[in-house]
């Protein structure tokens, strides 16, 4: 090698050349990736055609091999012709999966050391994440065009590997489909009670559940639909409706910037939270057990829209050239201070404090407690507060 270290620009990692010698690519990759077996190895790139360069990565697997094209429009020129250019090659997929790896397991470290032994110190053992990529994330996340390489029908011949049925196809996409982001976990568990353990065990069972009848049951449509019970639909619903919320309370934020595109007015804003709240009462309707944990969900979510309106008592426009203050650029003013009309959310949260739902309201009393001093500090609309403390004391 004709250096002593190689820094990457895409990942930031260092890698330490200072004591390797011999067949780098073969050293990088084993040292690297941590693997010293023929049933992995990263080709040579090789051109399709004047404009893309492919670099193929393959994974032997017992049914046969697994390759993975991944295609980039400015990859490192080379032909793999010399030991250097091998390792320059090996070292620009490698560090495409070290930046893959700091988005998806978090920890890749700074300086990676590669020893003559073909070891390397404090670097992951990315080969069993390379087993187990998802060709969805890598699609979605790295802008890389991954596609299984077609077997011609020799090679289908020679190893006897039949193609993917159906219910191995469709696991494989429910998988995808079922995988709890961050973005689903955090709305899940802000609107419901023990939201992140129930959340990981329902699609934990679900997944299970579909690979048991996706690869040995016939019926595995007819049970799938069984699977879809009217709980889960519940909570698919009020997952939804939280994620509206977060959107219209986005949308909210950004009136006050003047570049925002598509900006909706605050008029609008109290409009679709008045639609959300709706949304959140036809589930309400909808529940048979009054004891239900989606109960608690209806209450909850029904309550932190009511606080997020209560925190927002101000003049959307204040301090903007050429705009006048008024309650119609108060959301609060909109939707709680005005004196007309049924109290926003508090009248249904009133009938609800007399029926047997009661109990999941009390469960919310602490934010219930902290509404209230807003309100108390926001002033306004002396009945609404008025009403809402009689609510407080009722539930308590």
Not at 92 to 121: F, H, N
Not at 203 to 216: D, H, M, S
Not at 240 to 247: N, R
Request: proline share 4%.
């Amino acid at each position: 090698m004709s250096t002593d270290s190689f820094q990457s620009r895409a990942s930031g990692v260092i890698y330490d050349l200072h004591d390797l010698h011999g067949s780098p690519a073969r050293d990088v990759v084993i040292g690297v990736l941590g693997v010293d077996d023929p049933g992995f190895k990263i080709a040579r790139c090789v051109k399709e055609d004047l404009s893309q360069v492919f670099y193929h990565f393959m994974i032997q697997e017992p049914d046969g091999n697994f390759v993975v094209q991944i295609a980039e429009s400015h990859p490192p020129h080379c032909q793999c012709q010399t030991s250097e250019t091998a390792c320059k090659h090996v070292f620009w997929l490698v560090d495409q999966l070290m930046g893959a790896g700091k988005q998806r397991w978090g920890y890749v470290p700074d300086k990676i050391r590669l020893t003559e032994k073909g070891t390397a110190t404090q670097c992951p053992n990315l080969s069993g994440h390379i087993r187990n990529v998802s060709e969805e994330y890598l699609s979605n996340s790295r802008g890389w065009t991954i596609t299984e390489r077609e077997r011609t029908h020799d090679e289908h011949n020679a190893d006897g590997a039949a193609q993917e049925s159906l219910a191995q196809r469709v696991t494989k996409r429910l998988f995808w489909i079922l995988e709890p982001s961050p973005a689903i976990e955090a709305g899940f568990h802000s609107c419901q009670r023990n939201g992140k353990p129930l959340l990981r065990a329902t699609f934990r069972e679900f997944q299970k559940l579909i690979v048991e009848y996706a690869q040995t049951d016939e019926d595995f449509e007819q049970k799938l639909d069984a699977m879809l019970t009217p709980a889960f639909s519940v909570t698919s619903r009020l997952v939804q409706i939280k994620f509206d919320f977060l959107e219209t309370a986005r949308q909210f934020e950004a009136i006050r910037n003047p570049l925002a595109r598509n900006a909706i007015t605050v008029a609008d804003c109290a409009e679709k939270l008045r639609g959300h709240v709706q949304d959140i009462l036809a589930v309400r309707q909808d529940l048979t057990s009054a004891a239900s944990t989606h109960m608690w969900g209806v209450f909850g979510l029904l309550l932190e829209i009511l606080r997020w309106v209560a925190e927002r008592n101000y003049d959307v426009y204040d301090g903007v050239q050429g705009t006048a203050r008024g309650d119609q650029n108060n959301l609060y003013a909109l939707l709680i201070g005005n004196a007309r009309g049924p109290h926003f959310i508090l009248e249904k949260l009133i009938d609800y404090s007399i029926d047997d739902s009661q109990p999941a309201l009390r469960s919310h009393a602490s934010s219930m407690r902290m509404i209230e001093v807003i309100l108390r500090a926001n002033g306004g609309n002396p009945q609404y507060l008025h009403d809402f403390q009689n609510l407080l004391r009722r539930v308590m």
